[in-house]
């Protein structure tokens, strides 16, 4: 307990507007602090951080970590995080986003970025619904859910975010969720540590907007569902598709050495400067 309080003095701002935003009960204030415990371990100054955010109750991260920080438009955090990253390679750029900021409006950003295997990290907060602006449904919403904008049920069916990631060519991909913290924080060290685009889909609630429109209850037993669903990669891949039907794969999907594209982008600046 110790150790984590002095990495809350260490990395957090505390000048700036906590108590933070959040619902009680949020799992941002998960993904925060196993954020900040990844970032800490890999060694990394706060100086060599960039943290991108977007739109969103997931935008407020940007605000509350001393790094430096970019809180951008809605949709366009992967396009600043290129931005940053092209112009000074050497900096370890992380983005934050929603299911909603990152495959919604976002979502043409979010496959060119996997496809290109820039040298980011992207954490993206799936908690089935747009949370902040009035839980309108989002392209992870289940089907027959209910929401703002589907009062009489959800008629549109979801995509995965990390299946897609891995389609896409993101160089690596996991999945936890905020009932599982210890396996959150490993999977962020790695892709911020990984070599290429990585990809971190947290399964998380959203009890203010999705639980109480669908009676699910409060956080706790939100999370108590995230824990029934959860199956690890390495037991799914032991089952049958019957057996896996409404259960979520946590763990790493996909690890993969593939050429940046900063590197190749410097390589081909070079040698047009040769000629």
């Known amino acids: 307990m110790a150790e984590f309080t002095q990495l809350i003095y260490k990395y957090l701002r505390h000048e700036k507007k906590f108590p933070h935003v959040w619902c009680p009960g949020c799992g941002n204030g998960i993904v925060l602090g196993a954020l900040i415990r990844a970032i800490d371990r890999t060694g990394f100054t706060k100086d060599e951080i960039v943290l991108v955010s977007g739109i969103g109750c997931s935008g407020r991260l940007s605000v509350y970590v001393d790094f430096n920080t970019l809180h951008t438009t809605h949709g366009r955090a ?84 990390a299946e897609l990631a891995v389609t896409a060519g993101a160089a690596m991909v996991g999945r936890g969720t905020v009932y599982h913290a210890n396996l959150l924080d490993q999977l962020m060290e790695a892709a911020i540590l990984k070599r290429g685009f990585a990809v971190v889909e947290v399964i998380s609630h959203c009890h203010t907007q999705f639980g109480l429109k669908n009676k699910l209850g409060g956080p706790v037993e939100m999370m108590r569902r995230q824990k029934e669903m959860a199956v690890r990669v390495e037991k799914a891949r032991t089952m049958s598709p019957e057996e896996l039907a409404d259960k979520i794969t946590i763990g790493t999907l996909v690890d993969r050495d593939l050429p940046i594209y900063t590197q190749e982008y410097r390589r081909i600046r070079e040698a047009a400067k040769a000629k």
Not at 115 to 125: D, E, G
């Open 78 to 161: 992967l396009t600043f995080a290129t931005g940053v990253k092209l112009a000074n390679p050497k900096l370890q750029v992380i983005v934050v986003m929603g299911d909603g900021d990152a495959t919604a409006i976002g979502g043409n950003h979010f496959i060119h970025a996997a496809r290109r295997n820039l040298n980011l990290t992207a954490i993206i907060i799936n908690n089935n619904i747009y949370g902040m602006t009035g839980g309108q449904y989002s392209p992870t919403t289940p089907y027959g859910s209910r929401t703002t904008t589907s009062l009489y049920g959800h008629i549109e069916h979801p995509f995965s975010i």
